[in-house]
């Protein structure tokens, strides 16, 4: 157990759907970065937000959209879901904004849309 | 397009064997992390390399940081069944997405027994 914890662990939705994707941090950590793995494109940054406050950007859709909330759990909304959407969803936490201490990832969720 | 490179891809050898794992860029890092992935799991951390030229040695992994920052190897000795995964290189210092860690493609090993 990593110590982030990422729920659901698989969903599967239909296309145009919208899904919500759950992240608690590991405890002390403010960071909460947001990924997306599929086999492609291998892991592409979406996200980051550091104690509550978006911090970075990265290959993130309009149609998706995330937040860190006062006790730094994190969502990641998916809306109007595309095939192409179908990917491991990874979240990682870290304790400051920096990446000197690495990131810890959760397990993932495994989206699939059909 | 990717701006950290892997190779190879994929590798299979018998338990025992020696391999080598390459990171290639074009750019400078700040830091190079590698990571381990299994199936059904997120990505582990196994080491930070910082200064270019360093070496840092994890039991039976040695990694190897290029005296120029660009590059890193990961070289495995007498490779066990229990070291099968996903590796995978983190540049961090991209400007393009601020001081976030971007992924390499990983390298997808398999030691058979």
């Known amino acids: 157990d990593s110590g982030v914890t990422q729920t659901p662990k698989h969903l599967i939705t239909a296309t145009g759907q919208r899904v919500t994707l759950r992240c608690s941090p590991r405890s002390g950590d403010l960071s909460v970065y947001w990924y997306q793995q599929s086999l492609d494109q291998g892991l592409q940054f979406l996200i980051q937000?550091?104690?509550?406050?978006?911090?970075a950007k990265g290959n993130i859709l309009e149609r998706f959209s995330a937040q860190q909330f006062p006790d730094l759990h994190s969502e990641l909304n998916l809306s109007s879901l595309e095939l192409g959407d179908s990917a491991l969803y990874f979240c990682?936490?870290?304790?400051?904004?920096?990446?000197?201490?690495?990131?810890?990832f959760g397990s993932g969720t495994r989206l699939t849309v059909v | 397009t990717q701006l950290l490179e892997q190779s190879p891809q994929f590798l299979s050898i018998q338990e025992g064997e020696n391999l080598t794992v390459y990171c290639n860029s074009s750019s400078v890092f700040s830091s190079l992390q590698w990571y381990r992935q299994e199936p059904g799991e997120g990505p582990v951390l196994l080491v930070t390399v910082v200064t270019g030229g360093e070496v840092k040695k994890l039991k039976r992994l040695t990694f190897q940081f290029g005296d120029a920052r660009k590059d890193s190897s990961l070289h495995i000795t007498a490779a066990q069944p229990g070291d099968t995964g996903l590796y995978l290189c983190a540049g961090a210092g991209f400007s393009n997405a601020g001081n976030m860690l971007t992924f390499g493609g990983g390298t997808r090993l398999m030691v058979k027994p």
């Open positions: 990682a936490s870290s304790v400051t904004q920096g990446t000197s201490y690495g990131y810890t």
């Open positions: 937000y550091y104690n509550g406050e978006e911090r």
